[in-house]
Each structure stands twice: as structure tokens, then as C-alpha cells.
């Protein structure tokens, strides 16, 4: 995540907005579960309306939407999805790269993550004013990092003080050479906002919007990002990245709670691992680690776009041709073939640290392309969308046992195997015991009875404008579009989930929490004070 990425609201903070005592814990733990691998899609998707069933102001005609998408492929492969709307004179661009935490090797936990922090680092055209002179400068400075790790390893201080410091003196040297973030520089002189990157467990996302004049110069950018980066400034921002674990879970109850849930959850699947990556990776990770991940999956069959404005297909097609069409066709990138194994028993981790007590609880689900997929966002929104919702109403309203109670399906991502997790912060006076006890019984009713037509069709209702509402906004769009066709095979599935939400019914409901919300499938996180 690069510096400046601002993350959006959860379900936690939409639904505790208007509770201002609570709105920082909310925010807090939303930050830590997103940076666990929530990504930006999936939470405007999630993000619905605080109570009742409002819909959205804005409710796009899907069947003139879907007319207007094209779909194309070039012949290295690389997937192109443009949505023309010319509502307004912008447009807005996505690249995913098809790879996220759940990829990275062994030992190199957080390169997904570094990679998208080095990609705004420029190219030997971009970022540089000498590159030919800057170059072996880089490279030296790649040669003292290894010297200096085997003398650390042999225990050889003196070495390693004496490398240091003649490390130190290239890359001072080095940095003569850099133009401070050159790349945003361009794009805000172009009338360029939003741009950003994230990553999750599945994905890297890089974004923004210009006017929709400016698509030859994104084209040009963003071709020239990925056919040549230089990752420049490398040990720089391997500070920056440390310092942000640090933030936000060497510094955070809640974020080390996460760490060990996770942890405790997945027994062999890569979701158990952070996207940030453990601090022993962070620092022993070399140049050459980041470019052998990159030119592993950032191969154009391992890319898709979205654009979504006031463009003509024709024309982002024929650009594309220009730009991208330069990228050389390369192998696919090799698919996870991890799988995590049936959970037998409870599972529970319990963490005594100075701080309030917290209650997790997860209970393993199928992925974002199971035919049941809508009926898992149901039961989510029915026990945790709003003020109305079942979590708020008993726990934190009617006994006032927590000050914050939510869940979602799709954690810590979606295109694999993930947890159905639900989360509260218990009151003052309470016991993280009551409120596991409060959660068991809502969860038990979803099994044993079965939901009103009225609840259900109020749940409907929110749960179609939130998706409404993601596809409102020319980001939203394009984030969805994108998400679907990678994780589900075709970008129509996004449409075609509002006709799955509509056929869910309250037999569904029974049937998948009977087969979801066993014992043996939880698992348990207290986080308690010391």
C-alpha cells in the first residue's frame, strides 16, 4: 500500500458513523481486517446503507450498462474491459495484476506488497536525470546488502559496520540522481486524481482518474511503468514499509490479534500469512527477489484493465494496441495449488496485551465463485448491515454486552477458500464470554429459524443498493468489473449477481448456516487485557 492510500470505510465504520464515541475503534479495526486483504472493490461493494431499506439516488439501467462494456483481448494476452459513460468529461483506469499475498514464495512474505510501493518509483525514462549514471550505483548497493547480510551472519561487526557505512555512502550518492515522485507529478499536472495502489491477498490494484482527453498519456504511463521498472530508492522505502508494520500491528492490540487469528485459522493456506509480510522477510528481501516476482506475474496474460468514462472503445483498443501490444507474451504465471484442509475441531488463540477485549470468531467458507456465494453476503448483511441489523440490535443495543459487533463474508480474500468473520468490542463491565455466548445464539436462530419474508426483503434491498451504489461512481465500476472477471471468469457474473441476491430464500439460509456455522469448522480469537 503506498503511502498516501487513503482506505474507505468498512461495514464497521458505515455502521457506527453517527456513534462518535465508537468511530475510531471501528476505524481502527476496519484499517487493520482491510489491510489484511480487504480490498477497495470489496468494500464499496460491502458498504451499504446504515438502516432501513433506502435505495440508492442513482440506480444505473444495467441492461444499457452492459450493452456499453467491450471486452478485448491483445495477442500477448492482456485483458482489456472499458465501460463508455459519458456522463462527465473524465475517466477513470485500473490495471490489476492478478497477484496478491497468497502468492508470494516462501521467506519473501510481503514482496506483493513491496512491488506495489517500488512501482511508483518511475523507469529509466521517469524518476531519473541520468539513469546511465544511476544504474551502477543501484547495482552496487545490491552488492553491499549481500555482503553485509553474510557478515551479519557469521558475526563479523566490524564488516558489517565498515559495509554499512560505504552503503550508506552510495546510496547518497544515488539519490542525486532521483526525481522525487516524478510519476504523480506527471498525472497531477495532467489533471489527474486519485492515484493510488493497493494490495491484497489476491490482488495488486493500481488507480486513478484523468480527464478523459488524457487516455493517450495514462496508456503511455502506465505501458512504460510495467515494461521497464527500475526499482529505485529500494532500501529507502524498505524502511517506510517496516515502519508502517510497526504502525499498524507491532504498535496495535487489534493488529497483532488479527495476525495470530489468521494465523490460527488457516492451517496451511497463504490467507494465514500478512500482505504487509513478517518483519524478517521485510528486511532480508533483495532487488532481485522483487524482480523475479515481477516478472513472474506481471506478464500481460496476468494483467487486466478497466476503464470506465468518456471514452470510445475503438479508441482504447486501438491506443492499447500502441502502448501495451509492446509487452512481449510470456508463460503464465504458475497457479496456487495450496489447499486448505476440512477443520475438525474449534480452534481458539487467545492474546493478553494492554487493551480493551476484543472477540473474534471465523467459520470457513467456500469461494467468491461458489453458486452460494450470494446467500453468504445474505447472512452477513442480515446479522451485521446497520442499526437494523440482528449483531447491533441484540449485542450492542438490547444487552448492551459490546460497543461495536459486525462480520462479513470474505476474509482475509475472496478467490480462494476464506472465513466468514464476525468481530465485536465488549462493553465496559463485560466479558468477552457473554459476547460469545450473545453471537452463538443470533448464529443458532439463522439455523433453526427460518427469516421473515419481511427481514429477508429489507436485507435484499440494502444488500442491491450497496452494489448499486459501487457501480454509480466511474472507480466503483471499474473495480467491480475487473473484480469479477478475474476472480469469476466473466465480468457479466457482477450483473448477474443482483438476479442471485433476489433468488435467495429463507431455506438457503438454513441450509448454508447448518452446514457453515458448525463447531468444529470456528474459530476463535479473544483478545484480552493484560
Not at 551472519?153 to 516524478?182: H, I, M
Request: glycine fraction near 6%.
Amino acid at each position: 500500500m503506498t503511502p498516501q492510500f487513503q482506505k474507505p470505510e468498512s461495514p464497521v465504520s458505515e455502521a457506527l458513523k453517527d456513534d462518535r464515541p465508537n468511530r475510531f475503534i471501528a476505524s481502527l479495526l476496519a484499517a487493520v481486517l482491510l489491510w489484511w486483504g480487504i480490498s477497495p472493490e470489496m468494500a464499496i461493494a460491502r458498504t451499504n446503507p446504515a438502516s432501513g431499506s433506502q435505495a440508492v439516488s442513482v440506480q444505473p439501467s444495467l441492461d444499457r450498462v452492459i450493452k456499453q462494456v467491450t471486452e478485448f483481448k491483445l495477442d500477448n494476452g492482456m485483458t482489456f474491459i472499458v465501460l463508455e459513460r459519458p456522463r462527465s468529461p473524465v475517466a477513470s483506469f485500473l490495471i490489476q495484476a492478478d497477484v496478491g499475498g497468497a502468492n508470494e514464495p516462501d521467506g519473501q512474505t510481503g514482496v506483493a506488497h513491496y512491488l506495489e510501493h517500488l512501482a511508483f518509483k518511475g523507469t529509466p525514462k521517469i524518476g531519473t536525470t541520468d539513469y546511465k549514471a544511476e544504474k551502477p550505483l543501484l547495482e552496487k548497493q545490491d552488492q553491499l546488502f549481500e555482503q553485509m547480510q553474510a557478515a551479519k551472519a557469521s558475526g563479523k561487526t566490524e564488516e558489517v559496520a565498515a559495509l554499512k557505512a560505504e552503503f550508506d555512502k552510495v546510496e547518497a550518492e544515488a539519490s542525486q540522481f532521483v526525481k522525487q515522485n516524478e510519476f504523480g507529478k506527471i498525472v497531477e499536472q495532467a489533471g489527474g486524481v486519485g492515484l493510488n495502489a493497493a494490495t491484497s491477498t489476491d490482488a495488486t490494484m493500481y488507480f486513478y482518474s484523468l480527464p478523459a482527453n488524457k487516455l493517450e498519456l495514462w496508456m503511455s504511463l502506465e505501458s512504460e511503468r510495467f515494461l521497464e521498472p527500475v526499482f529505485r530508492e529500494f532500501y529507502k522505502e524498505k524502511q517506510v514499509i517496516l515502519e508502517e508494520r510497526r504502525l499498524r500491528t507491532e504498535n496495535s492490540a487489534i493488529g497483532q490479534m488479527v495476525e495470530v487469528f489468521a494465523d490460527k485459522a488457516f492451517s496451511v493456506h497463504p490467507y494465514r500469512r500478512p500482505v504487509i509480510g513478517s518483519t524478517e522477510d521485510i528486511r532480508n528481501l533483495t532487488r532481485s527477489n522483487v524482480q523475479k516476482f515481477f516478472d513472474t506475474y506481471y506478464v500481460p496474460s496476468n494483467l487486466t484493465v478497466g476503464v470506465v468514462g468518456d471514452v470510445k472503445a475503438a479508441e482504447v483498443k486501438r491506443l492499447a494496441q500502441i502502448y501495451f501490444g509492446r509487452y512481449k507474451a510470456k508463460p503464465a504465471p504458475p497457479k496456487l495449488q495450496i489447499v486448505e484442509p476440512p477443520q475438525t475441531q474449534t480452534k481458539e488463540v487467545t492474546l493478553k496485551l494492554k487493551t480493551q477485549p476484543w472477540y473474534l470468531e471465523g467459520y470457513h467458507k467456500p469461494a467468491m465463485n461458489h453458486p452460494d456465494n450470494a446467500v453468504y453476503e445474505i447472512i452477513g448483511s442480515l446479522l451485521s448491515n446497520g442499526r437494523t441489523s440482528r449483531l447491533y440490535k441484540s449485542l450492542v443495543v438490547e444487552k448492551q454486552l459490546a460497543l461495536a459487533a459486525q462480520g462479513f463474508s470474505g476474509y482475509p480474500g475472496e478467490k480462494y477458500p476464506n472465513l466468514m468473520l464476525f468481530y465485536a468490542q465488549t462493553a465496559p463491565g463485560r466479558t468477552v464470554d457473554e459476547v460469545a455466548s450473545a453471537l452463538s445464539q443470533e448464529i443458532d436462530r439463522l439455523k433453526t429459524e427460518p427469516v421473515s419474508d419481511a427481514e429477508l426483503e429489507r436485507v435484499k434491498t440494502q444488500a442491491r443498493a450497496g452494489l448499486l451504489r459501487s457501480l454509480n461512481s466511474n472507480t466503483g465500476m471499474a473495480f467491480s468489473l475487473v473484480d469479477y472477471q478475474v476472480k469469476t471468469g466473466s465480468w457479466q457474473n457482477l450483473f448477474k449477481e443482483l438476479d442471485a441476491i433476489a433468488a435467495v430464500a429463507p431455506a438457503d439460509i438454513q441450509r448454508v448456516s447448518q452446514a457453515t456455522f458448525r463447531p468444529e469448522n470456528r474459530t476463535v480469537g479473544k483478545l484480552l487485557p493484560l
